[in-house]
């Protein structure tokens, strides 16, 4: 198998890598019709499998697992999770024969072998899906021709899909159909189906394709989104406790640091959550982001060039064949460091504090959304799509550090993602050595040392214009608009 993406000639790579198209609501008048009475399967019940399966129940939807035969004769936890929440559990060959729509929610290093096995049972003319498009772009997987081949995919991890549903919302979805797979032309009608299931439709559907999707979707998890906050926590904390601060302390600022500070971006993106700070804050948070973004931008471009010409899934799948050896010993070394081990204290901080003893918290999130969507929008990837996989899933990812810090975070996000963290963070880590030799706890732990709130006029005019001004603060808006008037009607 080729790398699919690498095989397209430039201008069709470019044409796919751009499509991007937001939908209007009215697209989703039909709901879930072109599913209706319809048999879904879906493989796997972890993260995605689980809470998809749950919102597509609850929206009226015909659905069942099939696992492979150990996890159900050893009632695994995937066993467990379908099971006990009344959903029919199958092998491969009792239930993908009966399947009209077969959803492939397994690891991604598992979908070749997954979709092996399950090709040559499918029915004449179904449809598979996936939430991620990595089997059909990076590893160039062929489908046989009778088979449509969808992708419906959550911009978030899937506890946050299931949480939304049950508030009556949904969280923001990609959706695309394979071109090489859409043998009866119905694939679009069914991921609008699938993505409306979901509750996808009520946060905003991006109409667009295989191929952007995974190039932006491993760029966010790679650097924002999971990559600089592992980064950002150890350096933060080390530094703490190299200053003096006390360890539980420190601990707990970085814990719940980036949740409540991210919940600031998502009401009112990077601006408001600079607003936050005091003036003198505010100015130092973005001299310091400013700094970050001079040092940090190398290492966002290596990371979105080597995701556009394969060498990040070349290195990943590599790693596969080794038995995930690097996956397996980044994963120990995060829970060896002395912030994952240290225990919190009892000490209660206030809202306000996360923000005035985390100025370099702050910064480093400035720093790396911005990073992230510049360097997306430049490699031709649509500003929605940069936003959601930028901006968007920060406060997200977020939470799962305030659950269980980077344990959480990183059993939450995908394999493919973790790995992607990792990845970033071993290079993230030495190349911000100097700038962290001249921090102190004025920008971490203690707050700045100011009797007043007194700043020069024309500095605080030229920052709060750099900041409302930059594009991801635009396309943000519009975004964000969009969700809030559909929250209402709910
Ligand atoms: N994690 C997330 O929040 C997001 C994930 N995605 C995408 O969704 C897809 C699913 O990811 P995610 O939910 O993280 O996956 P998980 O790691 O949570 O999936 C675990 C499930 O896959 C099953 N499984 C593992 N290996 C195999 C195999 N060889 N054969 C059959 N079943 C297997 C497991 O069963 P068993 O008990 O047998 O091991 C279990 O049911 C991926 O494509 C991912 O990129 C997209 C958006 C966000
Ligand atoms: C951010 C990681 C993610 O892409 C996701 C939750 O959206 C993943 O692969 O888990
Ligand atoms: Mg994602
Ligand atoms: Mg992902």
């Given amino acids: 198998m080729a790398n699919y993406f690498n095989t397209l000639p430039l201008r069709e790579q470019l044409a796919q890598l751009a499509q991007c198209e937001f939908m209007d609501p009215s697209e989703f008048a039909d709901g879930v019709d072109a599913l209706k009475g319809k048999k879904l399967v879906i493989v796997g019940c972890g993260a995605q499998g689980l809470n998809q399966g749950l919102n597509l129940r609850d929206s009226g939807l015909d659905v069942s697992y099939t696992l492979r035969e150990s996890a159900i004769a050893e009632r695994r936890q995937s066993f467990l999770n379908a099971s006990e929440n009344g959903f029919t559990v199958g092998t491969y060959e009792e239930l993908i024969p009966t399947a009209d729509v077969v959803l492939n929610l397994t690891p991604d290093k598992q979908h070749t072998a997954v979709v092996n096995a399950i090709m040559p049972l499918m029915k004449q003319g179904a449809t598979l899906a996936y939430s991620h498009g990595f089997n059909i772009v990076e590893e160039g997987m062929q489908i046989r021709e009778d088979l449509t081949v969808i992708m419906v995919a959550p911009k978030c991890p899937g506890s946050e899909v299931r949480e939304e549903y049950k508030r009556g919302f949904g969280v923001p979805t990609l959706i695309a159909v394979h071109p090489e797979n859409d043998p009866q032309g119905h694939g679009l009608a069914q991921a609008k189906a699938y993505a409306a299931g979901t509750g996808g439709h009520r946060a905003g559907v991006l109409k667009s394709s295989f191929i952007a999707e995974v190039k932006s979707d491993l760029m966010g998890e790679q650097t924002i989104l999971c990559g600089m906050l592992q980064t950002g926590s150890l350096l933060c904390f080390d530094k703490m406790v190299e200053k003096g601060i006390d360890a539980s302390y420190a601990s707990k600022l970085i814990q719940y640091g980036w949740e409540v500070i ?70 120990a070394e995060t829970a060896e460091t002395a912030f994952e081990k240290q225990q919190n204290t ?5 809202e306000q504090a996360f923000f005035d003893q985390g100025i370099l918290m702050v910064a480093m999130v400035k720093a790396g959304v911005e990073l992230a969507f510049e360097t997306m929008t430049a490699a031709g990837i649509i500003a929605e799509s940069a936003y959601y996989e930028s901006l968007h899933e920060t406060p997200l990812i977020a939470n799962t550090i305030a659950r269980k810090k980077l344990f959480e975070m990183n059993r939450t996000i995908s394999d493919t993602a973790e790995y992607g963290c990792y990845l970033y963070n071993h290079a993230c880590l030495p190349l911000l050595q100097d700038f ?55």
């Avoid at 979105?304 to 690097?326: H, L, N, P, V």
């Avoid at 009892?346 to 206030?350: A, G």
């Avoid at 100011?450 to 030229?462: E, G, R, W, Y």
């Fill in 262 to 331: 991210t919940e600031a971006l998502k009401y009112g993106g990077v601006t408001n959550m600079l607003d936050r700070l005091s003036n003198p804050a505010k100015v130092k948070a973005f001299e310091l982001s400013e700094e970050l973004k001079t040092i940090m931008r190398p290492l966002y471009n290596k990371h979105m060039d080597d995701i556009i010409s394969g060498e990040f899934s070349r290195g990943m799948m590599a790693d596969w064949a080794e038995d995930d050896a690097k996956l397996l010993a980044w994963r």
């Fill in 346 to 350: 009892d000490q209660e901080i206030s």
């Fill in 436 to 490: 962290m030799k001249d921090i102190d706890t004025d920008v971490i732990g203690k707050g700045l040392d100011s009797a007043s709130n007194q700043v020069d006029n024309q500095t605080l005019i030229a920052v709060n214009k750099a900041l409302r001004e930059h594009p991801v603060e635009i396309i943000g808006s519009k975004l964000r608009g969009y969700m809030s008037a559909m929250k209402k009607i709910v």
